[in-house]
C-alpha cells in the first residue's frame, strides 16, 4: 500500500510537466491546427528563464575588505550581489534564495513574447502547408532554440536550487498516518505538483468562462464557421499560441529545481510528450491532462525494483510501449474526438 | 542501358563518373594551399558521403514516393550496425557477411515496426516510429548492454572468436578486408601540388552504393514504383480503384529499412564499432533533412542532399576563430573583429545551428530542395533565352 | 438477371435514422437512378453500399457476393467501381498514369510487388490507358498533372479511370453536379456511349433532365425510405414523389 502511494506520489512532478506540455501541444494543435516539434523548446527556454533570473540577481560588485586577507595574505575581495546593497543584506540573500519562484513573473513576458514572435514570424505561414512541413520546420527550429541556449549557457546541467524553505524532504507518511519513514517526499516536488494543478485549472477556467475561451473553443470545433460568423479567429489563435508557450516556460520554470537545466532537456520531453498527446487523444484537452499524470505515474511503478527486477528495463520504454498499444486499439487515443487529423 | 531509359542512363552514369572520379573532383585545392582545409577528397569523408547517400536513398523510397515521414529511421541503421560487428566478432573480418546480415536484420526490425506503425497515417505514424525508435535507443543503451555495450558502444576484442578468420594477428585484432582486400588500405597519387587518395573501402562503398542507386532507380520506374507515388497522391482513391494500400507502404517501408541496414553495414565495414547514438532521434531527423535538402521524390536530390550536409558538417566543424582572422587578414582589424564575431556561433560547435537554421530555410523557401532550385534556375535560364530569341522590334512580350 | 440486391438495410447516425429498412435491386445491364430530396439518405446508401460505411444491419448482395463488411479494395476486386461526388484522382500523377494505376490493379491484383518491371514497357496497360483517355477525348493532354485539369476534365478523367477496369457495375455519385448545362450534356452522351459496353450503372443524381435522359429505373428516397420505384414516366407523375421531392410543384 505505501509502496504503491510512494509511486503514485514520485510519478506526480513527471507526469506534471508531461501534462503541462501535453496540454500546450494540445491547445496549439486544436487551434492552430499545427503540429509544432519546437514546444519541447519551449519549455527547455522556460528553465532557463530560471536560470538567467538567478544569475541576474546574483550579478555582484567586488570590493576590497582591507581588514581581511584571503590565505595569501592578500587584502580579502568581497563580492556583493547588487540586490543585497540595494535592499539590504537580508532581504538581497532572500531574493536571491527565491530567484526560481521570482522567474515566474520574470518568464511570463518573455515566454508571451517568444510565442508571439514565433506565431507571427513563422508559424502563420505554416497553416495550410502538410503537417509534415510543420514538423519540419518546428523541428528545424527546435534545433536553432536548443543550439542558441547552448551558445549562451555551455552544454552541462546548471544546478538551479529552490528556495532554501523548500529544500529537503519531509515524512509524507507520517503525516498521513502511516509508520514514519516509509514515505518519503520532497518538498519540491509537491509544490510543483501544486504549481501544475493550479495552471492547470485556471486554462482550463480560463478556456471554460470567459467568452474568449468560449470562441476559442467553439474554433476548435469548427474553425470555419466560427470564422463566418465575422469573428477574427486568428487573432485569438495567436493569443492561444503565446498561452500555450507561456505554460510550456512555466512548466519548465518551475522543473529547474528537479532537473537542473540543460539544453537538450527540450528534445527529450518533447518526444514523451508528443506520446502524451497521442495516448489523451490528439485534439482533447482534458485528455491530454489525464494521460501526462497516467503515463508520469505508470513510468514511475515500472521504475520500482521489483518491477525492473522482473522486466528489465521496463521502465525505459513503458511510455512507448502502452502509446503503442493505445494507438493501435483506440486509435483516436483516450479521449480523442471524431475526425481530428484523419484523413 | 541496363534496363534503364536514355534520360535514367545519362543520369546514372553521370552519378558513377562523379563517384568514380570523386578522388579527384573533391580534392581540387593543392595540399600546401590555403585552399586545401576545403577538400574533401580524403577516405573518411568520401565513405561517409556514399554511406549516408545509401541512407537517403532509401529513406526517400519511403518518404518522397509514398509520404509517409518516418522519424525513426536511424533505428535500423543503429541494428544494421550492431549485426554487422556481431558478424565480424562471431565469424569472419570479411565484410561481406557483416554487410548481408545488417541488410537482413534491419530488413526483419522494419518488417515489425512497420507492421505496427503503418496501421496509422499521418502525424500519427511519425510518433509510432519516433517511439520505436526512442524505444530502441533506450534499451540499447541499458537492459541490452550485453548485446550492444551500452554507452561505450560495441568494438571488436581480442578474444573474439571469428570462427571462420582468426581472433588475432601478431595480438591485434584482424583489420576488416573484402576477400583480403584491405578497407584501409590506400593509393595516394601525388601530382603536382596535388595529392589524390584512393582507398579501396571507399571503392566498396562506391559498388553498392551505384547498386543501390540503380535499384532505386528501377523502383521509381516500375509500376511498384508509381503505386507508391499514388499511396502519397490520393489514397483513398487508391482503395476504391481495387488497390490495397498497406502492403505497398509496408514494402517500401523494409525496403528503405533495408537501406538504412545496408548503410549501417557500411558504417561498420569501415570502422568496426557501433553504438546506440546512432540511433537517436536526431540522427533519424538528419537523413530527413537529407532528402528533403536534396529533393524528396527526386532520383538524384536524396544523394545530393546527404553529400551537401556532410560536406558542410565536415567544413563549419573544422572552422575555427584563427581560420576566420587568417581569412580577413586583408580587413581591419576592427571590421574583422566584429565578422569573426558575428560567424562565430555558426562554426566549430555551432554546426548544428547552423544545420537546424538551414533546415527552417530549406522548408519555408525551397520545399523542394536543392533539385527544385536547379529547375527553376534552369526556367529562368529558358524563360531569358525565349525573350532574347523572340522577334526582335517586336512589342515585349507581356510579364508571365 | 439480378447483379445488385440489397435487403433490409438500416443505418443511424446517433439518433438520426438515415436508412430505415431499404430493400432495393439492380437489373443487369440496365442504368438505375436514385433521386430524392437533400437528405434523404442517398449518399449514405451509396456509401454502404461500397463498403465505406458499414450499415446497421442488413445484407448488400452482388451477384453471389456479399459486400457487407468487404473493404473497398475488395469491393472494387469483385467488379464494382465508384465516381465520386467530387472527383477523387491521382493529383500528382499524370493522366494517362491515373488510368494505368486502375488498369494495373485491374490485372494484376490488389497487391503485385514488381519493383523491377518498367512501367513504360508495358504495351497492353499502356495501349489500354491511351485508348481510354481517346474515349473521353483528353489523350492530348496524357503528360499533363490531373490536378491542372478544369473540374468538368476531371470528371471525365475519374469516370474514365473506372470504366479502363471494365466494371460490371458502376456507381456514379451526381456525375454533373456543379456542371455547365453544356458540360452536363456532354457528360450524359458520354454516359450514354459507355451504356454500349453492357456496363450496370447506378445513378444518384439531383439533375432531373440527366435522370430522365440516362435511367430506365427510377427509385426515389426520402427520409430514408424508399417511397416509390418503376419507369422514370411513371415516377415522373406520381404524387408521392411529388410531394416528398417538390412540395407539391409539377415537374
Not at chain 1, 528553465?47 to 533570473?53: I, N, P, R, S
Request: glycine share 10%; with cysteine; aromatic share 10%.
Amino acid at each position: 500500500m505505501d509502496a504503491i502511494l510512494l509511486q503514485i506520489l514520485n510519478g506526480l512532478d513527471k507526469g506534471s510537466a508531461y501534462a503541462l506540455i501535453a496540454l500546450g501541444l494540445t491547445l496549439i494543435f486544436g487551434t492552430l491546427g499545427v503540429v509544432n516539434f519546437a514546444h519541447g523548446a519551449l519549455f527547455m527556454i522556460g528553465a532557463f528563464c530560471a536560470v538567467m533570473l538567478s544569475r541576474l540577481l546574483s550579478l555582484s560588485y567586488t570590493t576590497i575588505d582591507p581588514d581581511r586577507t584571503d590565505f595569501l595574505g592578500n587584502p580579502l575581495k568581497v563580492e556583493t550581489p547588487y540586490v543585497e546593497a540595494w535592499f539590504g543584506p537580508e532581504t538581497g540573500a532572500a531574493i536571491i534564495d527565491w530567484s526560481v519562484p521570482l522567474a515566474i513573473l520574470f518568464s511570463i513576458p518573455i515566454m508571451a513574447v517568444i510565442g508571439l514572435v514565433m506565431e507571427r514570424g513563422l508559424i502563420k505561414y505554416f497553416y495550410k502547408r502538410p503537417h509534415a512541413d510543420q514538423i519540419l520546420v518546428t523541428f528545424g527550429l527546435a534545433i536553432v532554440l536548443q543550439e542558441i541556449i547552448k551558445y549562451f549557457f555551455g552544454a552541462n546541467p546548471i544546478p538551479t536550487p529552490a528556495p532554501d524553505v523548500f529544500a529537503g524532504s519531509f515524512d509524507f507518511g507520517a503525516m498521513i498516518g502511516m509508520d514514519p519513514n516509509v514515505i518519503i517526499y520532497p518538498y519540491w516536488r509537491i509544490v510543483y505538483f501544486l504549481f501544475a494543478a493550479v495552471i492547470i485549472g485556471g486554462v482550463f477556467a480560463f478556456l471554460q468562462y470567459t467568452t474568449f475561451g468560449m470562441v476559442v473553443r467553439a474554433g476548435m470545433a469548427d474553425r470555419q464557421t466560427v470564422g463566418l460568423l465575422g469573428i477574427n479567429i486568428d487573432k485569438r489563435f495567436t493569443v492561444m499560441f503565446a498561452l500555450a508557450a507561456v505554460v510550456a516556460g512555466l512548466a519548465g520554470v518551475m522543473y529547474a529545481p528537479i532537473n537542473s537545466p540543460n539544453y537538450h532537456m527540450g528534445m527529450d520531453f518533447l518526444v514523451l510528450s508528443f506520446v502524451v498527446v497521442v495516448v489523451g487523444g490528439m485534439g482533447s484537452l482534458p485528455g491530454a491532462v489525464l494521460a501526462g499524470f497516467v503515463l508520469g505515474i505508470l513510468e514511475s511503478f515500472a521504475s520500482m525494483a521489483q518491477v525492473v527486477s522482473l522486466l528489465p528495463g521496463i521502465n525505459q520504454i513503458i511510455i512507448y510501449l502502452v502509446a503503442i498499444v493505445i494507438l493501435l486499439t483506440r486509435p483516436r487515443g483516450l479521449m480523442g474526438r471524431k475526425g481530428v487529423m484523419e484523413s | 542501358m541496363l534496363g534503364l531509359n536514355k534520360k535514367d542512363s545519362s543520369l546514372f552514369l553521370l552519378v558513377l563518373l562523379l563517384v568514380i572520379f570523386a578522388p579527384f573532383l573533391l580534392n581540387p585545392f593543392p595540399e600546401n594551399s590555403e585552399l586545401a582545409q576545403f577538400n574533401a577528397g580524403y577516405p573518411d569523408l568520401m565513405q561517409r558521403f556514399l554511406i549516408f547517400g545509401i541512407f537517403a536513398i532509401g529513406f526517400n523510397i519511403l518518404f518522397g514516393l509514398t509520404g509517409y515521414l518516418s522519424f525513426g529511421h536511424a533505428a535500423f541503421l543503429g541494428v544494421g550496425s550492431y549485426a554487422g560487428v556481431w558478424m565480424m566478432k562471431l565469424l569472419t573480418m570479411n565484410v561481406l557477411p557483416a554487410i548481408i546480415i545488417s541488410v537482413i536484420f534491419a530488413g526483419l526490425f522494419s518488417l515489425l515496426v512497420g507492421y505496427i506503425s503503418l496501421r496509422r497515417s499521418g502525424i500519427y505514424f511519425s510518433i509510432l516510429t519516433l517511439a520505436f525508435a526512442q524505444m530502441s535507443f533506450s534499451l540499447a543503451y541499458s537492459v541490452l548492454t550485453p548485446i550492444t555495450a551500452g554507452e561505450t558502444g560495441l568494438q571488436l576484442a581480442l578474444d573474439d572468436p571469428r570462427i571462420l578468420g582468426v581472433s588475432q594477428v601478431d595480438g591485434t585484432i584482424p583489420l576488416a578486408h573484402f576477400f583480403g582486400l584491405n578497407m584501409r588500405e590506400s593509393y595516394e597519387l601525388a601530382m603536382g601540388g596535388w595529392l589524390f587518395t584512393f582507398n579501396a573501402g571507399y571503392y566498396l562503398c562506391a559498388v553498392i552504393m551505384m547498386i543501390a542507386f540503380y535499384v532505386a532507380i528501377r523502383i521509381f520506374r516500375s509500376p511498384f514504383g508509381m503505386m507508391l507515388r499514388a499511396v502519397k497522391s490520393n489514397q483513398q482513391r487508391m482503395n476504391f480503384t481495387g488497390l490495397n494500400s498497406r502492403p505497398y507502404t509496408l514494402a517500401a517501408f523494409v525496403i528503405s529499412g533495408m537501406y538504412a541496414g545496408l548503410a549501417g553495414g557500411l558504417m561498420v565495414a569501415m570502422d568496426p564499432l557501433a553504438g546506440a547514438e546512432r540511433m537517436q532521434w536526431t540522427a533519424s531527423g538528419e537523413v530527413v533533412l537529407m532528402t528533403i535538402l536534396g529533393g524528396a521524390g527526386t532520383l538524384i536530390g536524396p544523394v545530393l542532399g546527404a553529400g551537401f550536409i556532410k560536406y558542410l558538417e565536415n567544413i563549419f566543424s573544422k572552422i575555427n576563430d584563427n581560420i576566420l582572422y587568417e581569412w580577413f587578414s586583408a580587413l581591419p582589424t576592427a571590421v574583422a573583429d566584429v565578422l569573426v564575431f558575428v560567424i562565430h556561433p555558426f562554426i566549430g560547435k555551432g554546426w548544428h545551428l547552423t544545420l537546424g537554421i538551414m533546415f527552417m530555410l530549406i522548408v519555408i523557401f525551397l520545399p523542394g530542395g536543392i533539385m527544385e532550385g536547379f529547375q527553376r534556375i534552369g526556367k529562368m535560364f529558358s524563360r531569358k533565352k525565349k525573350t532574347a530569341t523572340g522577334p526582335s522590334g517586336a512589342a515585349p512580350a507581356p510579364a508571365e | 438477371m439480378e447483379i445488385l440486391r440489397v435487403e433490409g438495410v438500416n443505418k443511424s447516425f446517433g439518433g438520426l435514422k438515415a436508412l430505415n429498412n431499404v430493400n432495393f435491386s439492380v437489373q443487369e445491364g440496365t442504368v438505375h437512378a436514385i433521386i430524392g430530396p437533400n437528405g434523404a439518405g442517398k449518399s449514405t446508401f451509396l456509401n454502404c453500399m461500397i463498403g465505406r460505411l458499414a450499415p446497421d444491419t442488413g445484407t448488400v448482395m452482388f451477384g453471389d457476393i456479399s459486400l457487407t463488411g468487404m473493404k473497398p479494395h475488395e469491393i472494387n476486386q469483385v467488379g464494382v467501381s465508384r465516381v465520386f461526388q467530387t472527383p477523387e484522382i491521382f493529383g500528382d500523377l499524370t493522366l494517362l498514369e491515373n488510368i494505368m494505376i486502375p488498369a494495373f490493379a485491374k490485372r494484376d491484383g490488389d497487391f503485385a510487388l514488381h519493383p523491377f518491371r518498367r512501367v513504360d514497357h508495358d504495351a497492353e496497360i499502356h495501349d489500354k490507358a491511351l485508348h481510354m483517355l481517346e474515349d473521353v477525348n483528353l489523350a492530348e493532354k496524357k503528360d499533363m498533372v490531373a490536378s491542372s485539369l478544369s473540374r468538368g476534365d476531371k470528371r471525365r478523367l475519374e469516370l474514365a479511370m473506372c470504366l479502363s477496369q471494365d466494371p460490371k457495375l458502376l456507381l456514379l455519385d451526381e456525375p454533373t453536379a456543379g456542371m455547365s448545362r453544356a458540360d452536363t450534356n456532354n457528360t450524359i452522351d458520354l454516359l450514354q456511349r459507355i451504356g454500349d459496353r453492357g456496363i450496370t450503372k447506378v445513378v444518384i443524381e439531383h439533375d432531373m433532365h440527366v435522370v430522365f435522359s440516362l435511367a430506365e429505373k427510377v427509385t426515389v428516397l426520402a427520409q430514408g425510405t424508399i417511397i416509390a420505384e418503376g419507369k422514370p414516366e411513371d415516377i415522373k407523375g406520381d404524387p408521392r414523389v411529388q410531394e416528398a421531392y417538390l412540395g407539391g410543384a409539377h415537374l
